[in-house]
């Protein structure tokens, strides 16, 4: 099969019709070219879309209070929903599976301060729980722990951008400085990363939330109770989240239906709706690069079935000087391979390389970044490329293999 | 060698039955050289095809070196004509994109013999024909007695017992026609290889030991020369 008499004759058949075999060649490379272009910019969509992701846990469920908009039980449209300390404790016991909790207050853009340098950031008063449910990297120090919500401790965590803004110049350490927020010193214990996108959570500061409601609001009010579901599968997440909603529906007696009384985020929701969006994007996308490699295949196919039919005669004297079927079929489907395989890879390389430019000069939008075709793609690719040389050469080399010597030679 | 009794072989093409041959009996020995002489559509070159095992034979026993020649399939058919046959035709079969030392090599190659090895004993039986110079040129480079001088090179080198040829003159002037003849008429002498000659040519015919005579698919006639 892989003698080099074998590629010798194969060459030389080639050379002998290089316009043929590059025009065949062509729309197979063309096939290729296309699918990877395509698989490419389909990953390249779902690389963007999974940034937007970032920044969170892909198991969090963030529960908001709202305004109610349903009549419940005698009670009026547009009455506001306040969630307290009593809510985060309720939460906390009655669903099941939770991996971590933690209650949150909109303290919104607050002016801070260290000493001359000033700006504005997202305070955010939480539990020590969202560090984890929001994945946060501490560079430095430590993220918010119990004995700051038990002792109310004048503290904060501070993303990088925070401390970059603050702490210039000669001042460059922050660890244990203190900050002023409206008013307030807290000293710095740690400075964490967010991988979010937007500004506001690149420029945050955690505060404890007892502090918060102590210093800043004197209630038990909160704003948002957020929670992990754990290893829970897509169900009993849903089920948490549910237990969770009539749980706060009855406390603030407001209809469990009312979709603006309090607002959900449910993370997994979203990632299992992109994931199933994406599926489907992926399906579409083979089924076209085939098809279009199937347009390449039948092109090689119909080529070699001219060539077999041009070549009726020398197949014939291969035959009567001792040429076996086998030898014969291997010969077609050899040639059809080689073409598509090296046609085809040509393709490849050319997509990757498209790929790899496009990827270095446009820079990552919202829902595009990095289109790549990775190794599995060019490996599944590559076996694509000889199972379709096989099948462009299969009925050709039957075809062949079915001469009959006497009538090839009568053949002038 | 070839050992053929009541040989018939039927066509059918659509509705019509062409009955070719209609019982041929042959005895050739080992290093006889024989012509076979007839008019066109006398089944002539159809016997040819039969001991060439290119063709089957409906009924009738064919037994070639020893070797009983029925219901072969393709393999064992190629396997045979490779081992005991060689091939000269009217218009000589060479393969066009190969140069004449790959054409007489390409029977060894079917034979797995190395590329280095096939080529080299290629140039000898090349050089045998005179045709050392002409080694690496393609056959439209050659002039027809050329071509067919290459061809039997090819028909050789294999060390067949039984050559067939199909008018192998068909195609050649009177002169080259001899030539070509003589080149036969050495191998048969010299290398004791059975020799079928198809031909319509009775001075060819005639420098074989015996001319058979088909008429209308029937041996008529047995002419010892």
């Not at chain 1, 050379?15 to 490419?40: D, H, P, S």
């Not at chain 2, 050495?186 to 198809?198: A, G, P, R, S």
Request: hydrophobic content about 45%; aromatic content about 8%; glycine content about 8%.
């Amino acid at each position: 099969m892989f003698s080099l008499d074998r590629w010798q004759e194969i060459y030389s058949t080639i050379r002998k019709n290089k316009l043929r075999t590059f025009l065949t060649g062509f729309a197979v490379a063309w096939g290729i070219f296309m699918l990877i272009i395509l698989l490419g910019s389909g990953n390249g969509l779902e690389n963007g879309v999974k940034e937007e992701f970032k920044g969170g846990a892909l198991n969090g469920i963030w529960i908001s209070s709202g305004v109610t908009s349903v009549q419940y039980k005698g009670l009026k449209t547009g009455r506001e929903i306040k969630f307290t300390d009593q809510d985060y404790k309720l939460i906390k016991t009655s669903i099941k599976g939770y991996d971590r909790i933690s209650a949150r207050l909109y303290m919104g853009n607050v002016l801070v301060s260290n000493k001359n340098e000033y700006g504005t950031f997202f305070v955010s008063p939480s539990h020590p729980d969202y560090g984890y449910i929001k994945e946060v990297q501490v560079l430095q120090g430590r993220f918010l722990n119990q004995i700051d919500i038990r002792e109310c401790r004048k503290v904060a965590a501070i993303g990088e951008k925070v401390k970059s803004q603050l702490f210039k110049g000669r001042d460059t350490v922050a660890l244990e400085k203190y900050i002023n927020i409206k008013g307030v010193p807290f000293k710095v214990i740690g400075i964490f990363r967010d991988f979010g996108r937007g500004d506001d959570e690149q420029k945050r500061i955690y505060i404890p939330i007892t502090t918060a409601q102590k210093v800043f609001y004197t209630s038990n009010v909160i704003n948002q109770i957020s929670f992990t579901t754990g290893q829970a599968s897509p169900e009993e997440a849903d089920a948490m989240l549910k237990k969770a909603k009539m749980t706060l529906a009855r406390s603030h007696t407001f209809s469990p239906d009312d979709p603006r009384a309090i607002d959900i985020m449910n993370k997994s929701e979203d990632v299992r709706r992109f994931n199933a969006l994406f599926t489907g994007i992926r399906l579409f996308i083979w089924i076209i690069g085939i098809g279009t490699i199937i347009a390449g295949i039948v092109g090689v196919s119909n080529i070699m079935m001219i060539s077999v039919k041009e070549r009726t005669k020398e197949i014939g004297i291969r035959k009567a000087l001792g040429a076996t079927p086998g030898s014969v079929i291997g010969l077609i489907m050899q040639e059809a391979i080689l073409i598509t395989g090296f046609a085809g890879y040509i393709g490849l390389v050319l997509g990757v390389g498209l790929l790899e430019l496009i990827s270095r000069n446009i820079p990552p939008s919202d829902f595009f970044r990095n289109p790549e075709a990775n190794l599995a793609i060019a490996l599944g690719a590559t076996v694509l490329l000889i199972i379709a040389g096989a099948f462009a050469g299969f009925f050709p080399a039957i075809k062949a293999a079915a001469i009959r010597p006497i009538e090839a030679l009568r053949e002038e | 060698m070839v050992d053929i009794s009541n040989i018939h072989k039927t066509y059918i093409t659509g509705n019509n039955k062409l009955h070719v041959l209609k019982g041929i009996d042959l005895k050739v020995d080992a290093g006889e050289m024989i012509s076979v002489m007839g008019a066109s559509g006398s089944g002539k070159s159809t016997l040819l095809n039969i001991l060439g095992i290119l063709d089957n034979h409906d009924h009738g026993e064919y037994i070639l070196n020893g070797v009983r020649i029925e219901n072969l399939n393709e393999r064992k058919a190629a396997m045979l004509r490779n081992k005991f046959l060689g091939f000269v035709f009217q218009s000589f079969n060479l393969v066009s994109f190969k140069n004449a030392m790959e054409n007489v090599a390409l029977p060894l190659y079917y034979q797995n013999v190395k590329r280095k090895k096939r080529n080299a004993i290629a140039m000898e039986f090349l050089d045998r024909m005179g045709l050392k110079d002409w080694a690496h040129h393609l056959p439209n480079e050659l002039s027809g007695g050329q071509k067919q001088r290459v061809a039997i090179a090819r028909a050789l080198i294999a060390k067949p017992k039984v050559i067939l040829a199909d008018e192998p003159t068909g195609a050649l002037d009177s002169v080259t026609s001899q030539e070509v003849m003589d080149i036969l008429t050495d191998i048969n002498k010299n290398e004791n290889i059975t020799m079928l000659i198809v031909t319509h040519e009775h001075d060819i015919a005639k420098r074989t030991q015996k001319t058979i005579r088909i008429t209308d698919g029937m041996i008529t006639e047995i002419i010892k020369n």
